[in-house]
Structures are given as structure tokens and as C-alpha cells.
């Protein structure tokens, strides 16, 4: 098993581009999330899916998009990349319920200039 | 106020010292609280989990609550180079969501 994957792992926008991370698992899970991580901010939740075909915001949404078209499948999408989205995104999936394990990818750093 | 509040450190500590590391909250209703490892550069990975108050030891790892203070501690005995990274704690309200502290970056010299 992969795990949680991403991809992809480093980019580098411009303001105002667009892009898609896209986050997968073959754990069978049916939450996923994905944080943002800030030096002094620890992780931060932008979006999260309870299942197929379901999506949430969480503490940071503004900015970000999110479909979760496929169970295995979680996208986050910038429409219009801001300097202050410049980070590292980390995307996690759960069994079910908060009290299991979230088990997180490798992340991606993203630059926004 | 940042509903989980962890000092970010640095901490540098010898081979072999007992490392502590502990966090404080502000909601009264966290019933899980976790403890996550990440390594510079990779994804975090659980590594303690407790349920309401009391202590929790996994090997050279023991992890405790106390829902009275709205504080949680880990600490590592006999601490190795390898446990050098920054440990996360976690809290849950068991609604899929978990509200993290900032990390503690850890240091063990050789």
C-alpha cells in the first residue's frame, strides 16, 4: 500500500495562476483533509470530506477549493494564487471519527511569487 | 487566544535526557488528545493517542492528561538522536476534526 500520496511535491505560481493538488489513498478511508502548515501556526484545516461527493470548510477556506469526485480522490484548487498561500500542504485520511488515526502524505510546498 | 497553545521551542537536549514537552487548551469538551512526530521535511505521524484523562507509556513514551488543567504532556526517556523532530500535539471533540498546536522542534545531541 501507497498510503497517501500527492502530487505534486514542490511548485512554484505566479500571482494570480491556478493550480490543482491533487491527494490520493488506497487505504479505503472515507475522510480526508487538507491542512495548511505555517511556521509558528502548526497545521491548520482549509477543507475536509466525510465521504464521497461531500466537502466542508474548515478554519482556513478562503481561496481554496476542494471536490471529492472519487473516495480515493481528494483535490485542492487555487483559482487565483496569492503570496500569502505560500506553504506547505499536507494532505490526511481517516478511517472514520476523529479518534482514529489520520495518516498524513508527504506534502507539497508551494511557493506563490 | 489559539484554542491549543505548545511552546515552539527550540529544544536541544544530550543523548539520554528526558525530554517534556506539554501542551494547554482552552476547551473544556477535547476528548481525544494525540501526539504526533514529523520529521523535517515529511508528513506527521501519530504517535500517542489518548482517550480523556490519565497516562498512556509506549515504551521509551508516555503520554498524559490532565482534563482538570487543560494540559497534556509527552515526555521521552532516554531521548536518542533519532527522536530530533517536531512533535505536534492534537486534540479532538470526536466531529473529525482535529485542532493542532504550533509544534515543538526537538534537538537530542549525539
Known amino acids: 500500500n501507497a498510503g497517501v500520496t500527492q502530487t505534486p511535491k514542490f511548485r512554484v505560481l505566479k500571482t494570480g495562476q491556478s493550480m490543482t493538488l491533487l491527494c490520493a489513498q488506497d487505504m479505503n478511508h472515507e475522510y480526508m483533509y487538507w491542512y495548511r502548515q505555517d511556521p509558528g501556526m502548526g497545521l491548520r484545516l482549509i477543507h475536509y470530506?466525510?465521504?464521497?461527493?461531500?466537502?466542508a470548510k474548515g478554519e482556513v477556506p478562503d481561496g481554496y477549493n476542494v471536490s471529492r469526485l472519487k473516495k480515493q480522490n481528494f483535490l485542492l484548487g487555487l483559482e487565483s494564487a496569492a503570496p500569502s498561500q505560500t506553504s506547505v500542504y499536507f494532505c490526511?485520511?481517516?478511517?472514520?471519527?476523529?479518534?482514529?488515526?489520520?495518516?498524513f502524505g508527504p506534502g507539497t510546498r508551494l511557493t506563490v511569487l | 487566544q489559539k484554542e491549543v497553545e505548545q511552546d515552539p521551542g527550540p529544544l536541544s537536549v544530550p543523548e539520554g535526557a528526558i525530554v517534556s514537552l506539554n501542551c494547554t487548551y482552552s476547551?473544556?469538551?477535547?476528548?481525544?488528545f494525540m501526539w504526533y512526530r514529523q520529521y523535517s521535511r515529511k508528513g506527521p505521524e501519530l504517535l500517542m493517542y489518548t482517550y480523556s484523562s490519565g497516562n498512556k507509556e509506549d515504551g521509551r513514551f508516555t503520554a498524559q492528561v490532565d482534563k482538570s488543567s487543560k494540559y497534556i504532556s509527552l515526555f521521552i526517556r532516554d531521548s536518542q538522536p533519532s527522536d530530533s523532530a517536531t512533535y505536534l500535539c492534537?486534540?479532538?471533540?470526536?466531529?473529525?476534526?482535529?485542532?493542532f498546536g504550533a509544534g515543538t522542534t526537538v534537538t537530542v545531541r549525539a
Open positions: 492534537a486534540m479532538s471533540l470526536n466531529d473529525y476534526k482535529l485542532s
Open positions: 476547551n473544556s469538551a477535547f476528548q481525544y
Open positions: 470530506s466525510v465521504g464521497e461527493g461531500t466537502t
Open positions: 490526511a485520511s481517516t478511517l472514520g471519527g476523529s479518534s482514529d488515526t489520520q495518516y
